[in-house]
């Protein structure tokens, strides 16, 4: 079955404890996104790859770093968490890059919670 | 900045109405467009996507676009208790609105 995995589903954390949040697909997708979820906000990327070893900041990139080192793995690593990272995480696959008719798929989303 | 704007809502429709979700984009060079549904806490999975002027029909959902205008909306008929949920409007894939709330009442 296609999909995209993250894991941890569920993460609460105390501020400053390094953690990272893994993201797989199965579809051979080149590009690959980090998208974060505040009530009002809308999605908001993170970072994006598109491909590997190819990485690039989104629109709310600070605290945040990723990798690619492999096609099918995008790990999100917050190194010193903050309460204000406290949000809902969605990592996301496509075949194309942004400018396609190719759609996103979507992890089933990881709720972090740093207290 | 590349913007995507939807109205937060909520829309109530009644059940079996026509809902009417639109969205505005800042970025004229923008040519895909795609429209998600997504539960409360849910991913969000993709109803349509359109990138050509006009309308595009799959079942009971209508994607229009107007480039001129730069807006797109989703038009759904005969709306269902099912359909409540928040619809996200996405330029270029990956750019996203912040999601319109809509209730379908029974």
């Known amino acids: 079955e296609a999909q995209v995995t993250q894991n941890p589903r569920y993460l609460i954390t105390v501020t400053g404890k390094k953690l990272t949040v893994t993201c797989s697909q199965n579809?051979?997708?080149?590009?690959m996104s980090w998208y974060r979820q505040d009530p009002g906000l809308g999605l908001r990327q993170i970072y994006y790859?598109?491909?590997?070893?190819?990485?690039d900041k989104g629109d709310v990139p600070e605290g945040y770093k990723v990798s690619r080192k492999e096609k099918r793995n995008f790990p999100l690593i917050l190194e010193s968490p903050s309460p204000n990272q406290t949000s809902l995480y969605f990592c996301?696959?496509?075949?194309?890059?942004?400018?396609?008719?190719?759609?996103?798929?979507f992890g089933q989303g990881t709720r972090l919670t740093v207290v | 900045q590349k913007e995507v704007e939807q109205n937060s809502g909520p829309l109530s429709v009644p059940e079996g109405a026509i809902a009417s979700l639109n969205c505005t984009y800042s970025?004229?060079?923008?040519?895909?467009f795609f429209w998600y549904r997504q539960y409360s806490g849910k991913s969000p999975e993709l109803i349509m996507f359109?990138?050509?002027?006009g309308d595009k029909e799959d079942g009971r959902f209508t994607a229009q676009l107007n480039k001129a205008s730069q807006y797109v909306s989703l038009l759904i008929r005969d709306s269902q208790p099912s359909d409540s949920a928040t619809y996200l409007c996405?330029?270029?894939?990956?750019?996203f609105g912040s999601g319109t709330k809509l209730n379908v009442k029974p």
């Open positions: 996301a696959s496509s075949l194309q890059g942004a400018v396609g008719n190719t759609e996103a798929f």
């Open positions: 579809m051979n997708h080149e590009y």
């Open positions: 790859s598109m491909n590997v070893e190819v990485t």
């Open positions: 970025d004229r060079g923008s040519q895909s």
């Open positions: 359109i990138y050509s002027n």
């Open positions: 996405a330029a270029n894939k990956f750019y």
